[in-house]
């Protein structure tokens, strides 16, 4: 009997995965593996690694489906809540399903999406892998995914989300979903390396004492970006996954018009981070490149809305040099980029800032700070550039 029950479900496993092979079938597919969800994390018990990530991915579901919170509503059975060979099995066909899921729509671009439908298909299948990667969080004691494989899926999830306007809460709660797991996964490696015991992340500890975990993360969203410095043992798969959530937190921060968020942000962590990359052996030059790249643009373009400010002032030319100065120690990071490329646009804006300011004291002064920051970080980053003389020179 049970081997008839295990032929079955595999059959019905194998018709929900083609279901997904093809767009405009997300919603039947979510009605049909919703039942299967909540049959799945009754057996999840208390042996769950972390609650909180937990509770975030489902504040994702549940901000865009109420009905969830009645799924986690029914008991669970006491006798179920146990490693099975059937948990294992769930936990398996959960990611697989996300993983389906995110390989369908890797190539839709919600920007680039015009028809209504096909945008709420999009959401509905990101609605059925929050739910997917649910089950898995939960019931991952069971077996070994392997490593950050869970982490990677809950990563581009976010990243589709964060391209959709409307699924600001759900990226965000998702986003700090990813963060609250790579603490964890930061606090395992290093208790496993010998170093000091990790402390839990600002973000965590305010969630604890937090019953509204949503409202919480929306307040204070920049904190879902701060991470620890990196050490020698953060391997490259981590790194890469830290700086890409790091990426996609930006990316909402920028939509939700928070640019001094942005700015600490870069300034900290991706800077540490990207940095980290480029030291680690055998890693190609050009991802550090392009993550320092994009985060060299994207600071740009915040110089630029503060350029554009209906009311200027000496505070706003002073708020876009300093978004053009954490710009241009990116550039740096960039091999697209020549050193001379770099002192052209010191000077550029040097110029642009003593125009700006009627060459004031205060922008002068400003001017000059921002000079010798430069040169400092050129000076460090290509220590034997022919065309240090030309910095010297702009000094002057």
């Not at 995965?17 to 079938?25: A, H, K, V, Y």
């Not at 389906?100 to 299948?125: C, G, P, R």
């Not at 890693?283 to 373009?301: C, E, G, P, V």
Request: proline share 3%.
């Amino acid at each position: 009997m049970r081997g008839k029950l295990e032929v079955g479900a595999n059959a019905w496993r194998a018709q929900l995965l083609s279901l997904l092979q093809q767009r405009g079938q997300a919603q039947k597919a979510l009605a049909l593996f919703t039942p299967e969800a909540s049959a799945s994390v009754r057996t999840a018990g208390a042996l769950t690694a972390s609650p909180l990530a937990l509770k975030l991915l489902s504040s994702a579901v549940e901000s865009r489906r109420s009905e969830w919170s009645q799924v986690l509503a029914v008991e669970r059975d006491p006798k179920r809540q146990r490693v099975s060979d059937g948990s294992k099995n769930d936990a398996v066909f959960a990611a697989k399903l996300a993983q389906s899921i995110v390989k369908t729509y890797a190539s839709t671009s919600a920007a680039a999406v015009k028809e209504a439908a096909e945008l709420e298909d999009l959401v509905v299948a990101l609605d059925l892998a929050c739910v997917a990667l649910y089950v898995a969080c939960a019931l991952e004691h069971a077996v070994r995914l392997g490593d950050l494989v869970v982490d990677n899926l809950l990563y581009q999830v976010a990243k589709k989300y964060a391209e959709i306007p409307s699924m600001r809460v759900a990226a965000s709660c998702v986003a700090a979903c990813i963060h609250v797991r790579l603490w964890n996964a930061h606090a395992t490696v290093c208790k496993a390396s010998g170093g000091d015991i990790a402390k839990r992340s600002q973000l965590m500890v305010l969630l604890d004492q937090d019953d509204d975990c949503t409202s919480r993360v929306m307040q204070q969203f920049e904190l879902v970006a701060a991470f620890p410095d990196p050490m020698g043992y953060h391997s490259e798969q981590f790194t890469r996954l830290l700086l890409g959530h790091v990426n996609t937190c930006v990316t909402l921060l920028v939509a939700d018009k928070n640019p001094e968020a942005v700015l600490i942000v870069a300034d900290s962590t991706l800077s540490r981070w990207i940095d980290h990359l480029q030291k680690l052996p055998g890693q190609n030059s050009k991802l550090a490149s392009s993550f320092s790249d994009r985060t060299f643009r994207i600071l740009w373009k915040c110089a630029a809305v503060a350029d554009g400010a209906k009311q200027k002032s000496a505070e706003t030319a002073s708020t876009a040099l300093r978004f053009r100065s954490t710009a241009l120690t990116f550039l740096l990071k960039c091999s697209n980029y020549t050193a001379l490329y770099f002192i052209q646009q010191v000077h550029r804006v040097g110029v642009q800032h003593e125009r700006v300011t009627n060459r004031s004291q205060r922008g002068l002064q400003e001017v000059y700070a921002f000079y010798a920051r430069e040169a400092n970080d050129l000076s460090q980053a290509v220590p034997d550039a022919p065309h240090m003389y030309t910095v010297r020179k702009v000094m002057r």
